[in-house]
């Protein structure tokens, strides 16, 4: 029988030695700087985490995990490493500068301030440069932004906060700041969106539900918004902010739905008190004004204040551009007016807006009455109605014509004499137009009368030889000397 072959295996005396902790530990660590190295940082991560179970106590173990959740963006838990490697060991230079890169990352400026000083005391000034000069920054922006805040310029203040978050991406405070001033903005979608991945992380966060509240006030969604004022208030009853917001709120339902209720009973200038009331309760709620404006401008119209009710809508409409209702009660109010080209816009904007057959008919409408507004009015130039019938035609021309024939001025003054031509031959052209059922079917519709219908080409001696009979005699004053007549024939 054969012998079994012998393998002889190539080992060590350390092979046969039990590892240490120590040295696992070690072993583990790198293998995560390696993987570090390349980038996997969540392989890293997991290398890192079982070399700390292996040595607790080991400060570089947990700076190298702080610095892995820094590259994985996960600033908080990379602090609390950082920390504690320098609370394990208080000369560890690399550990304060994690400290201070990971308050900057999360807005903490004092907390920064203090790590910063630390590390320059350890390893020299020059280890935390880059570091020094973000926390500057980051001390004028927070500045900048508190005047602009304090001025009410809101768009300043998300701009700081925009470049905060460059440094600051972590920064909670300055993601709230941003959003609330999107919400006074009235971007109230965006500010959600922030409140809502804030409290995500933190479902307790006052600031994040005072800014979601506050864009739904600012939507009008009243009751939606009292339930989260009031959560707030709950959780952190001295919140000023909630308190005032939620205070305005309930007072701005209060004056609106009065206004309401006195327009519904038909006491107009009680509903115009209590809108403009409650426009002065909050300049920020662009979304309620805007239908303030509104109604105060329906009010206006029933008080048949017409300028004011058309006032009322562009205030409206400076708060809400696509307000349909608004931009079509003052296109209603111009035409009232007389402002026939500000009518057209305003229908043209609306059909921009709102496509239907009705505000195209509209338009078509007002462009009408735009092109009679430019034409000699006819009727007036007679002195007699729309609906007048021929008759009242003929002797409004016999009238006028007599009153305004050039020779019975023949004796005045010739800017006087240019005058009572110019008059006679618009009572000649008004007659000429009104007397021919066809041209002033035309003219009523506001077709233009241009092709061979022109009252303009009218003459007014023709048309005054035709209306009066062959063979009458006309005695004019002369004007020239008191007594004097000047006999007009025909033939």
């Known amino acids: ?84 490697a320098v609370a394990l060991d208080p000369t560890f230079t690399k550990g304060y500068i994690r400290v201070t890169k990971c308050c900057i990352a999360l807005g903490d400026l004092f907390g920064g301030d203090q790590a910063a000083q630390r590390a320059s005391e350890l390893g020299g000034p020059d280890c935390v440069t880059s570091e020094r000069r973000a926390l500057e920054t980051l001390r004028r922006l927070n500045e900048d932004a508190q005047r602009a805040l304090d001025a009410g310029d809101y768009r300043r203040v998300v701009f700081c906060m925009d470049r905060c978050l460059d440094y600051s991406p972590s920064c909670t405070k300055a993601k709230l700041t941003k959003a609330e001033c999107l919400a006074m903005l009235g971007r109230c979608q965006e500010a959600q969106e922030i409140a809502n991945d804030c409290l995500r992380s933190n479902s307790f966060d006052t600031e994040a539900i005072f800014v979601r509240g506050l864009c739904l006030y600012f939507e009008d969604k009243d009751e939606q918004a009292f339930k989260h004022f009031q959560q707030v208030l709950r959780l952190a009853p001295d919140h000023k902010k909630a308190m005032e917001t939620y205070k305005k709120a309930k007072l701005l339902k209060q004056k609106k739905e009065e206004g309401n209720e006195a327009f519904k009973m038909g006491r107009w200038q009680q509903a115009l008190k209590l809108y403009n009331e409650a426009l002065e309760v909050d300049k920020n709620n662009k979304t309620v004004n805007a239908k303030l404006y509104y109604n105060k401008a329906t009010v206006c119209a029933k008080l048949n204040q017409i300028k004011e009710a058309a006032e009322a809508c562009t205030a409206a409409l400076e708060l809400d551009e696509n307000y349909v209702k608004a931009l079509l009660r003052r296109a209603k109010c111009y035409t009232e007016l007389g402002e026939h080209e500000d009518a057209v816009k305003d ?134 000397f008191p007594g004097s007549s000047f006999t007009f024939q025909f033939g």
């Open 1 to 84: 029988m054969a012998e079994p072959e012998v393998v002889a295996l190539d080992l060590t005396i350390d092979d046969l030695v039990p590892k240490s902790p120590e040295r696992l530990a070690e072993e583990k660590k790198e293998s995560g700087n390696h993987l570090y190295k390349f980038k996997n940082y969540k392989g890293a991560l997991a290398m890192y985490e079982e070399a700390i179970k292996l040595c607790p106590d080991n400060a570089s173990y947990y700076g190298n995990r702080s610095a892995c959740y820094m590259m994985m963006g996960m600033y908080k838990k990379a602090l609390e490493d950082a920390q504690k």
């Open 347 to 480: 229908y043209e904007r609306l059909l921009k807006i709102d496509k239907t057959k009705e505000h195209k008919q509209l338009l078509h409408e007002a462009k009408i009455t735009l092109k009679k507004s430019k034409r000699k009015d006819y009727y007036k130039i007679l002195g007699v109605e729309k609906n007048a019938s021929e008759d009242d035609i003929k002797k409004a021309y016999r009238k006028r014509a007599l009153v305004h024939h050039p020779d019975r001025h023949a004796g005045a003054s010739d800017s006087e004499r240019r005058e009572q031509e110019r008059r006679f031959k618009e009572v000649g052209e008004a007659y000429g137009v009104l007397s021919d059922p066809k041209k002033r079917a035309r003219y009523d519709h506001g077709q233009d009368l241009d092709d061979g219908c022109s009252g303009a080409d009218i003459d007014p001696n023709v048309v005054f030889q035709a209306f009066f009979n062959r063979g009458q005699h006309f005695e004019f004053p002369t004007g020239g």
